[in-house]
């Protein structure tokens, strides 16, 4: 026995925590700015409500420097990967819920901006955050419509509220 397991020992013992039992930290958000409530939004709204969702995530560096435009099942590890090769602080500035070509078309939607591989400007870049933004929060008020769908009742003026199918988790 080493000194300092003896010395571990001694103290009372350590032991290894399995991979799948860690907690990630608070700073496992570190990617997105903490007044930036859209973002947050999107990614506790969809990860308490599915399995593994697919993202498309909106990644800008110095603010008006070019957005990527990329796709990850965990976009703030993926973003952490990406923070390695880049000077500026990379922060998350919009997030999508994706299908698997959502990100393609993305792409050729903004090809004309492309500035380099998954990387877009070209004076573009608040124009792609707004919309992606603005997409964003479609999808959640779509998505909260389906499981509570409201009818208007125009002779009393209210509304009713249809309970959500079973298997469905609330909003």
């Given at each position: 026995?080493?000194?300092r397991n003896a010395a571990r020992r001694h103290r009372g013992g350590s032991r290894?925590?399995?991979r799948q039992e860690r907690v990630r930290?608070?700073?496992a958000i570190r990617h997105i700015d903490p007044e930036d409530a859209p973002v947050l939004e999107a990614l506790s709204y969809w990860r308490q409500r599915l399995d593994g969702p697919l993202f498309v995530y909106f990644v800008q560096g110095a603010p008006g420097g070019p957005v990527k435009i990329g796709r990850a099942r965990d976009p703030v590890d993926r973003v952490a990967g990406l923070?390695?090769?880049n000077p500026d602080a990379l922060l998350i500035r919009a997030l999508l819920l994706a299908s698997?070509?959502?990100e393609q078309r993305l792409h050729t939607r903004w090809a004309h901006?492309?500035?380099l591989g998954e990387w877009f400007g070209g004076g573009d870049e608040d124009t792609i955050i707004t919309l992606a933004r603005e997409a964003s929060a479609w999808q959640i008020e779509e998505h909260k419509a389906r499981i509570f769908p409201v009818h208007h009742i125009a002779d009393h003026g209210c509304a009713r509220v249809?309970?959500?199918r079973p298997g469905w988790r609330s909003a």
């Amino acid at each position: 026995m080493t000194s300092r397991n003896a010395a571990r020992r001694h103290r009372g013992g350590s032991r290894q925590v399995p991979r799948q039992e860690r907690v990630r930290p608070a700073l496992a958000i570190r990617h997105i700015d903490p007044e930036d409530a859209p973002v947050l939004e999107a990614l506790s709204y969809w990860r308490q409500r599915l399995d593994g969702p697919l993202f498309v995530y909106f990644v800008q560096g110095a603010p008006g420097g070019p957005v990527k435009i990329g796709r990850a099942r965990d976009p703030v590890d993926r973003v952490a990967g990406l923070q390695c090769g880049n000077p500026d602080a990379l922060l998350i500035r919009a997030l999508l819920l994706a299908s698997d070509d959502a990100e393609q078309r993305l792409h050729t939607r903004w090809a004309h901006a492309n500035v380099l591989g998954e990387w877009f400007g070209g004076g573009d870049e608040d124009t792609i955050i707004t919309l992606a933004r603005e997409a964003s929060a479609w999808q959640i008020e779509e998505h909260k419509a389906r499981i509570f769908p409201v009818h208007h009742i125009a002779d009393h003026g209210c509304a009713r509220v249809t309970p959500p199918r079973p298997g469905w988790r609330s909003a």
